[in-house]
């Protein structure tokens, strides 16, 4: 009978997982949102996921029977969020059966929830069986269900999975609740009802529960096997649930949103519930900040791809919609503090990672309001130009150069791409397009906005709108989609695919590998291959990918790279320089024959080169030593993004917001190097991978691990990871740890690179020397050489600064006031009635700055006329030209003399009409080319302006 059916989100959740567990289910936690072992999804999408092993029997359960609240992520769903039903993050409420019950328990318990536990009309339930399902009919039936409640769907809404792509799937039975009144429900023998009103058919009714009878496995062909046992994998969404319990319109405003929704409006100063679209904005707002800190916490850090893309687009997409509710500063990352108060207690690392996820959102909120900001500048300078240069097209059909700004700043930039689309409307030579240019953003402008600039084309509608200009949509998308097509045909997808296809098709076995135990192995070769084909033989000189059957070498894997080496057989010697597990695990020996020949199933002695190998141990443990001190040091949000573990050195890339201090960096170095002296254990274990990280050993998201994973610990818990790399049997003998930088690599993300060991030994020599001997040139102790390198560094700016000074001083005094240089010349040339003085000079200028100031010098000495000026310049030959603004209006036109004077040069110039600059390739050609300045000069002024 009814028992105080649950009323809060807390309620309900901890009504439905002590429902299961009186019904002998373990409650498990939450899985991360980042699948921890399952390459094929970019994030957990329903409660089953993080059990896909358990379905596919590759593991076992730690329960045959097992009840969560598990969040979800659902990318599709990213442009639906702020109507009544989508959201992004979500809880869903799931029970499991592995090989243990099936269909109908599951139904029984689901009905008995339901309506005894939370109170829900018996009438308002509606069924829904997948086609062919008699059996789900028929439990339903026995269970109390009139058949005029069940209906029959195909596999578009009986179906579910795999999640990802491949994996475990099977028929559903969905329970439904209709919202609507009772009075509404047609009767039984209505038409109506087949196909217009009913569960799927019509919006009031929501879908509550999907119990799933999980009983195939689909591959990644898209094969069904049937699997050894039944299964049952349920889904109940968790905020719609609450909304029925409620009796609340839509999930926002029930208790799971409320106070987000409420530090929104408080933000905002906008109201919830007065219109549409600003309800629809604070939705946006709330749920993207709820669901990025989830993100966040979980370790997805801003980024172009993959999981950071999607996170990147809730961010920027919540940003555009507090714009819409007037917000246009950081609002995520405030709310996200209510969203860790409010959720906290049942996902604990919202609370401890708070800081981060805040630091995180606000980062990129700001870097955001960045691009908004320039974008905005960019459009602003195509808006402009377009209204204020009415006659821009005639100018060019009539062959007028425009007024091109050369600025980096948002509005020369604007101008500039607004003249090229003009100039290449010009060009095409439709004058309807020309007409319309004054009145439509280009897709191409909007397409350089968007991907150069990082401007939304929404952001670039809105503004143009109110400009009363458009945007050309269709050639947007047309842009979008040539990019994407040159992305796949630049992308390596096929290359990859190709290059394992010959070990998926040879159909070897696993190879075991030996190389934990022994660096020396006798073994045979199982396969060949050369140019990508299996051979039965090969011969001097040839590269080869040999197989083994067993084998002493490390495949790269897990930032590991691969081992090195030999493999010696009689009369024949393959010299390894690298191994790689392409396919599965198969481990593949890439090499060259050295001598003889080598035939299939050749016996053979394969060797590691153990020097590389030890060097490569020492990294690899040492690269355990950083992570745990980051993490004891910096934060536990610091997590593994990546690492590389080869001889030389280690490199490790984790997550974290801003640059390590120096002295997080020393304290980083001594822990790491304390642990090396206290000769630790390295401690190898295996166990299962459910074990394993409920014992706290850290996963590498993104990898993929087996049944059974390898531990290492080293003073655990403080450094304890799943790792199948080669380590040091103790710590102490990685040596001497020195950490040699840390750098950014994008958004919430470091990278430290560190040498141990020998590398550690010869780098410390190597810097001990080099600063002896600066000490030693300066005659000074070590502790003194940095002050003298500044000092001397400081005497070298005056004498340059003086140099320059010279270098000024010597220029102007030869050229101008009738200069006594032998190449100088200066004439007036006449055009319509006024005389234009032009003064010609080649100066032993060292740069161009100084070309410049000298012409300026000489411009205003002049007062009036036209300066141009050579100089031979790094073996190069460059011409400055200048005009005073009289000049300027009499028609000169700096630029265009100096391209005509870079085109006698073999090079290239251009400028504004008062200065420009031409350069060219050959010193011998700079005479001429000045030479030539008259004629250049008064060629301009007859084919240009033309007054
Ligand atoms: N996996 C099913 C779903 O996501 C049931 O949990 O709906």
New binding site residues.
């Given amino acids: 009978m009814t028992s105080n059916p649950p009323k809060t989100a807390d309620e309900l959740r901890e009504a439905f997982l002590s429902y299961f567990e009186g019904h002998d289910h373990l409650r498990m936690p939450s899985a991360s949102l980042i699948p921890a072992a399952d390459p094929t999804l970019l994030l957990i999408?329903?409660?089953?996921a993080q059990f896909k092993p358990y379905f596919s029997g590759e593991k076992e359960p730690p329960h045959p029977r097992v009840t969560t609240s598990q969040k979800c992520f659902r990318t599709t769903d990213i442009e639906e969020v702020g109507d009544d039903t989508h959201l992004t993050m979500f809880e869903?409420l799931?029970n499991f059966s592995f090989g243990n019950y099936f269909k109908k328990e599951a139904c029984a318990w689901a009905l008995d929830l339901l309506t005894n536990k939370f109170g829900l009309d018996p009438e308002r339930l509606y069924y829904t069986v997948y086609t062919t399902d008699d059996e789900a009919e028929n439990i339903w039936k026995e269970l109390g269900i009139p058949a005029d409640r069940i209906y029959r769907f195909g596999h578009e809404d009986n179906w579910?999975?795999p999640?990802g792509d491949e994996g475990v799937c099977g028929p559903s039975s969905e329970i439904n609740y209709y919202r609507g009144s009772l009075d509404d429900v047609p009767a039984v023998d209505d038409p109506i009802r087949n196909g217009e009103w009913g569960p799927n058919y019509h919006d009031d009714f929501v879908e509550l529960y999907?119990l799933?009878f999980t009983q195939f496995y689909r591959d990644l062909d898209g094969n069904d096997t049937v699997l050894p046992a039944k299964n049952i994998?349920?889904?109940m969404g968790f905020e719609r649930m609450l909304a029925v319990l409620q009796g609340a319109p839509n999930v926002y405003e029930t208790d799971a949103f409320r106070p987000i929704i409420a530090h929104v409006e408080q933000l905002s100063g906008k109201e919830w519930g007065q219109d549409t679209e600003t309800d629809r904005a604070i939705r946006v707002v709330a749920e993207h900040s709820r669901s990025a800190s989830f993100l966040i916490g979980d370790g997805v850090i801003p980024g172009n791809s993959g999981r950071g893309y999607v996170l990147r687009r809730l961010i920027r997409r919540g940003m555009l919609f507090g714009r819409e509710l007037g917000v246009d500063t950081t609002m995520l990352s405030v709310v996200a503090k209510t969203v860790s108060d409010h959720m906290g207690h049942a996902y604990p690392e919202l609370v401890g990672n708070y800081e981060f996820i805040k630091d995180v959102l606000e980062q990129e909120e700001n870097s955001f309001s960045r691009t908004l900001e320039f974008g905005a500048l960019v459009l602003a300078g195509m808006i402009h130009y377009r209204s204020e240069n009415p006659d821009a097209a005639e100018r060019i059909k009539d062959g007028k150069s425009l007024k091109t700004p050369a600025g980096d700043d948002g509005k020369s930039v604007g101008t500039r791409l607004a003249i090229a689309e003009l100039e290449r409307l010009v060009e095409a030579g439709n004058s309807d397009d020309i007409d319309e240019w004054r009145n439509i953003v280009s897709g191409t402008e909007a397409f350089v906005l968007y991907d150069t600039y990082g401007y939304p084309v929404e952001v670039t509608e809105e503004v143009a709108g109110e400009a009363e200009l458009s945007v050309d949509r269709t050639g947007f998308e047309f842009a979008m989609e040539t990019q994407r097509e040159r992305g796949r045909a630049a992308g390596g997808f096929g290359g990859n695919a190709d290059s394992t296809r010959v070990y998926e098709e040879l159909g070897v076995e696993d190879t075991p590998f030996v190389g934990y135990e022994t660096l020396v192995s006798e073994t045979s070769i199982v396969a060949i291959v050369k140019d990508g084909q299996p051979v039965d033989s090969a011969s001097e000189g040839d590269e080869v990918e040999l197989i083994l059957g067993e084998t002493p070498f490390y495949a790269a894997r897990g930032g590991q790279v691969g081992d090195t080496g030999s493999v010696v057989g009689e009369g024949v010697e393959i010299s390894i320089t690298d191994t790689l597990a392409p396919y599965g695990h198969v481990n593949v020996h890439y090499g060259t024959v050295t001598s003889g020949s080598l035939t299939k199933g050749a016996q053979v002695t394969a060797t590691v080169d153990g020097d590389r190998r030890e060097r490569i141990r020492r990294n690899h443990t040492a690269t355990h030593l950083i992570h745990a001190a980051l993490r004891e040091i910096v934060g536990s949000h610091v997590r593994q993004a990546g690492s590389v573990v080869d001889p030389d050195r280690l490199r490790f890339d984790f997550t974290n917001m801003q640059a390590l201090t120096r002295d997080q960096i020393k304290a980083v170095q001594d822990r790491v190097n304390e642990k090396i002296r206290l000769n630790r254990d390295v401690e190898v274990h295996w166990s299962t991978y459910g074990e394993a990280v409920e014992e706290g050993a850290l996963a590498f998201f993104g990898d993929t691990y087996d049944n059974e994973v390898r531990t290492i610990k080293i003073d655990a818990p403080w450094s304890y990871e799943l790792c199948g790399g080669t380590h040091m049997d103790h710590t102490g003998g990685i040596g001497t740890f020195v950490i040699t930088s840390e750098t950014g690599i994008g958004s919430g993300m470091r990278r430290l690179e560190a040498i141990t060991g020998v590398a550690s030994e010869e780098a410390i020599f190597e810097r001990f020397g080099a600063l002896d001997d600066i000490a030693s040139k300066f005659r000074v102790p070590v502790s003194d050489a940095s002050d003298r390198v500044d000092a001397l560094a400081n005497d070298l700016a005056q004498a340059r600064k003086q140099v320059e000074q010279l270098e000024e001083q010597l220029l102007q005094a030869s050229v101008g006031g009738g200069g006594a240089n032998g190449s100088s010349n200066s004439f007036d040339i006449e055009v319509d009635g006024t005389s234009i003085h032009v003064e010609v000079s080649e100066v032993p200028a060292s740069n161009v700055g100084a070309l410049r100031k000298t012409g300026d010098h000489l411009k205003n000495q002049i007062g009036k006329g036209v300066v141009v000026l050579g100089s031979v310049i790094d073996g190069r030959p460059m011409v400055v030209v200048m005009a005073t603004d009289d000049t300027v209006k009499a028609g000169v036109h700096s630029g265009n003399v100096a391209r005509a004077i870079a085109s006698r040069m073999g090079g290239g110039g251009g400028g504004s009409p008062a200065v420009a600059q031409a350069g060219g390739k050959n010193a011998d050609q700079l005479q001429d080319a000045l030479g030539a300045t008259e004629e250049i000069i008064r060629e301009s002024l007859n084919g240009g302006a033309g007054s």
Avoid: I, Q
């Fill in positions: 999408n329903s409660g089953m869903m799931g579910w999975g999640a999907n799933v994998d349920t889904g």
